[in-house]
């Protein structure tokens, strides 16, 4: 509970992982840009560089960004007998793809 839904990860922009995932990162980023801008309103002189700008998520994260070769390959029809053969003999013991 904590980690998903109270700590608010520097990579996600401050966001917790619940309010990604669960669609709600638009209205807090809004929300904190209306804050931050009334905040430069009243205390403009507080605000060296100009009016604050919101840094916003990345569009995709990934423990293990999948390889777009591997997938591709994986996907196409295959001289094996059997599904789970293809599967496996895409790659070698060390991880390496056979062409």
């Known amino acids: 509970p904590?980690?998903?839904d109270e700590h608010r990860h520097g990579s996600l922009a401050g966001l917790t992982p619940a309010?990604?995932?669960f669609g709600?990162?638009?209205q807090v980023l809004e929300?904190?840009?209306q804050v931050l801008r009334a905040a430069y309103e009243?205390?403009?002189e507080?605000?060296?560089r100009g009016l604050p700008s919101i840094p916003?998520?990345?569009q995709a994260v990934w423990i293990n960004p999948p390889r777009v070769d591997v997938a591709v390959t994986a996907l196409e029809p295959h001289h094996t007998s059997s599904t789970a053969d293809a599967a496996t003999s895409l790659f070698t013991p060390h991880g390496?793809?056979?062409s």
């Open 46 to 48: 507080r605000f060296v």
């Open 2 to 4: 904590w980690y998903n």
């Open 56 to 58: 916003r998520p990345p």
């Open 24 to 26: 709600h990162a638009p």
């Open 96 to 98: 390496s793809l056979i």
């Open 19 to 21: 309010q990604v995932h």
């Open 42 to 44: 009243r205390n403009p």
């Open 31 to 33: 929300q904190r840009e």
